[in-house]
């Protein structure tokens, strides 16, 4: 049984139950065994994190640079073994996908939050020298990350967003491994935690438990040492988590579904179509089609153009079969949501069924169907369908796009193919509807490119996320979900923290010495 | 009945129920009566304020700091009568509190919002040139402010902290006036509605209901119309509201309540207890203690300096007697929770009982504990006592200090005495502990102001309110709460918000054009 690194030190989980992880290629499973915490392992972890988020207030904002800076050299060292075990365990492609892309990404997401640890851009500090008066943001305290099955280093709960937003700010993280790729998460770890040892930050910065029981996770929310969650993964999971969170008032940070439609407007599909076609194929099936980002919905006028549209992404659907996915729950979970899809008035263009030929792998499927129905039935047929599946919504008059858009749920992103001038007066109509409802507005791009930009939004109205005002990539923007609002009155220079005390001395900050006024 | 003002009208209620105020000074009925409507009412307002919603997305943002300064300029016009029916509504003082305080208060609030609505600095507009991508905060949708009974102007409804935050952004406001005083939000919403007429905004901008049953209150929180809540009040009552909105994940912004810790350190009580005295005892009994700030406990060291400082805070405690609370409600609530302090192992030291000389009113109180017995029951030893009371925590040995806090709720406020050098090792253990648990660290004041500085935070962790990553007072941290991030990916220029847009005239924004690409 694999040890589990609690508070600086692999040591023996105290389990309840162990796992091994699946080869989904071969559905075969792998040799090690993972163990799944007891309530023992939680306990002594959190209590670790409290000790070390105390003492990483007083560490220097260059230390926590320093091991963000030496994980990612690690990471860059030891790539080929981390990528060859992520591409085991969840059959994406080994190249371009994990080294060439993934990989890199992550390593630059850690450095990107290393230079933002030092820079400390985060701190959002505002002086008011009259009124005595400064605040920044601070550290909000442990924090509890639950990573997702789709991308095993970007968004690992060891080495993703979620996790180096949160130690740039000086935030303890206890990582819950994904139980599909924990041999990955375990290497992950051996670095991270050898970086945490190198720079010498406190010894329980860095944690990880594979895995616990359901009720142990739901206690681990609402127990009082743990500051704030971060979890990207299924509606379901993140519903459970979010409704113990909110129990308790806990700021939990939560990346679950999103449809992510494509509106292709007349002009558009005309002019273009099969370009256009030809990127949307692609979006679907990247990953294979396990992207947040994925478009399991786009729109377009009903019509001669619409046909030529769908037999052209439908042929190149079928030309490109799907790889396996990522575990055999995936591949039933995807049956059960082709199959409310169709149950709810959906009609299958291609694909629907598992292929044959490859394990745990489902055909690429397009779906249809009249707007009128869609509006009839908009919440089941924005079923989650976590898979390379799309459903193609033909508008047959001007009224039904608005209709669309009014039925549709908080979503990651809107993209829009739309030629100016012809298109525009439609494009605002639906716009002015899916401002509110999306993280992202894109034209004339597919979703699933999501660059690490200061500028990005990785993020949405429920259901995509729980909260319509922070994003998951993306720094410093998304350190901001880990801090707090610390706030000093009349605070003496001595007692108040470097970064307000750094900016003294370039602007002179008057703490006032009056006693309390009204109001 | 009087009229609610739905869709830019004065209009009869479809009413379930009807009231009237109370002066609580005379313990009599005022004489209007103000309807509680029923649900077609909140159901008009709702979609009125989705229309207007749309229609501020296009609105300048000149034209919305036009009506806020409009509206500042009609209250101060106006000052006199409005602050005299607060005054007779509310029992609060009308010279120095409403008139020369509270009004300005309100008018300088509005006035700052102005300013932000025009200067848009709540954007925080993020270009990156080379991803062609920009960010900025956008509106989030029609607003739903329940006011608190405590501060008839200045967090009413429809003219305070909230309300002018909620407006600075483009969000029309459905206001839900505190029953405990209907005619003055009566009276400011009829400048408020004048205001936004002379300034051309949309008819359902501005919307004031004066009450609805319970359970249409949680249905409007819950409707899809609604995109953000605003609450301040009783944590009973911002309970059920919060966990309607966390059913539907819906941003809501409750401002709860607060004991307000004060710590008293050995080498500054002995220094200069008379004043902090002074300071303590005026602070408990401002506003007859209905502030959300005010200092409901106090730590200090055990022994002769104590006993002489207590004696000398219940001197001045009994000399000082309070006024009639803002209802009978208030009076009553605050009997039962000194009540539960008592059982929970507090002793009275002075006051304790309603008192028989005012209506409505009751004796300032001051009540001690100490340490051990505090930690055993800290929970209820943290009773929200909204009135004139304050529990003293008396210290017996150094672990109490760290023992205290730990146990302490999240606050909004943390203040400290503290001399330096002799007491710094103990404000730095306690301050280590509240910094996480506060809003706002304190120095040398008693917490009861809370000036609108950009810098301020008037916020802090659960259960003082819902999220400690935000503020209700101070300006444009405050307008954050009823913001969405807005990200535009590859947009071309014409189609991006004002705000981008006119950056792009210094910087210039390059939509890239490639395709979507992998991760």
Known sequence: MEQVLIDGSWVSANAVDGYQAINPRLDEALEREFPVSSWDDCDRALSAALRASSRLETTEPEQIANFLVRYANYLSENAAVICQTAAEETALP???????????????????????ARSESWRQTTIDHDAGIASCRGSVGPVLIF?????????????????????????????????????????????????????????????????MCPEDGLRMVQDPRTAAIGFTGSRRAGMML??????????????MSSVNPVFILPTALNARGSSIAEALASSITMGAGQ???CPNLFVLPAGSDAERFLRSVAAQLTANPSGSLLSKQVLSHLQESVAALLTAGAESVCGGVPMSETVNAFENTLLRVASDTFCAA???????????????????????????????????????????????????????????????????????????SPAMNHGGPFPATGHPGFTAVGLPAAIQRFTKLDCYDNVPTARLPQCIRHRRDHEPYTADSSECSEV
Chains 1, 2 share one sequence.
Not at 100 to 109: K, S
Not at 435 to 447: A, C, E, L, Q, T
């Open 94 to 116: 080994l190249s371009p996908r994990l080294i060439d892309v993934e990989m890199p990404r992550t390593v630059d997401q850690l450095l990107q939050a290393a230079d933002c």
């Open 378 to 452: 908009a919440g089941r047929l924005q079923t989650e369908a976590f898979g390379p599946v799309s459903l193609a919504v033909l508008v047959s008059d001007h009224s039904g796009w608005q209709q669309i858009a009014q039925r549709l749920d908080g979503t990651l992103t809107a993209s829009f193919y739309a030629d100016a001038p012809e298109d525009d007066d439609l494009y605002s109509e639906i716009y002015n509807l899916m401002r509110r409802k999306s993280g992202r507005i894109i034209n004339d791009k597919m979703p699933t490119g999501v660059t690490v």
């Open 291 to 293: 992207f947040c980002t």
């Open 242 to 255: 979010k409704t113990a969170a909110d129990e308790v008032g806990k700021p939990i940070y939560l990346e």
């Open 147 to 211: 990573g997702p099955n789709n991308f095993p280093l970007a968004f690992n709960a060891i080495s993703g967003s979620d996790f180096a937003s949160a130690i740039a700010a000086g935030n303890p993280v206890i990582a819950r491994g994904h139980p599909s790729h924990p041999g990955t998460t375990k290497l992950l770890a051996e670095h991270a935690a050898r970086a945490a040892s190198d720079a010498g930050l406190p010894s329980g910065t860095v944690q990880l438990i594979y895995g």
